[in-house]
């Protein structure tokens, strides 16, 4: 996404788009996964940790992206693909790697279908995979190894 759609998004979901505001929404606009704090502030040197994560509180009420917990209880965050306010549409299953640490959107697997409860109405759905994924797999395991494991 540009600056311009960038901005035109923000206003529709009712953000000021600020400089540091376009700055954060561009890195989670534009990645292939999802990403932390840690990494959005190695990948911006010119904000602080303290205003990345007010921009990503702010982009949050306003449903302008989403986050989840991954396998370390470390928060990642991604954009809000509904329209206006979230209507879980956009809800999918993550794959957690605990080798490489990296979270992937696993947004052509289908979520199992739950039927809550009587009254209990879900907000956001958070389904967290942890394994390896095809990248540390292909490293960590010897063309030669038939067992599969990392150790054999
Ligand atoms: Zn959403
Ligand atoms: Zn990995
Ligand atoms: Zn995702």
């Known amino acids: ?7 035109a998004y923000m ?13 954060v929404a561009k890195i989670l606009f534009n990645s292939d996964r999802p ?4 990494d959005l502030e190695n990948m911006l040197v010119s904000l602080d940790k303290s205003s990345i994560f007010r921009v990503l509180s702010l982009f949050l009420t306003h449903d302008m992206i989403h986050a989840f ?3 370390r209880g470390v928060l990642n965050y991604e954009p809000c693909k509904s329209k206006g306010e979230c209507n879980l549409s956009d809800a999918h299953i993550h794959f957690y ?5 990296r979270s992937f959107c696993m947004n052509d697997v289908p979520l ?3 039927q809550l409860r009587e009254g ?7 389904f967290v995979i942890k394994g390896e994924c ?6 960590i395991r010897p063309v030669s190894c038939m067992s599969g494991r990392r150790v054999c």
């Open 1 to 7: 996404m540009d600056t311009d759609n960038l901005t």
């Open 11 to 23: 206003e529709r979901k009712g953000v000021k788009p600020t400089a540091n505001r376009i700055l």
């Open 35 to 38: 990403l932390t704090l840690s």
């Open 69 to 71: 917990e991954d396998g």
């Open 97 to 101: 790697c605990e080798s490489c640490h």
């Open 112 to 114: 199992p279908s739950i």
């Open 120 to 126: 209990f109405v879900p907000h956001s759905v958070s």
């Open 134 to 139: 095809p990248q540390c797999g292909k490293r």
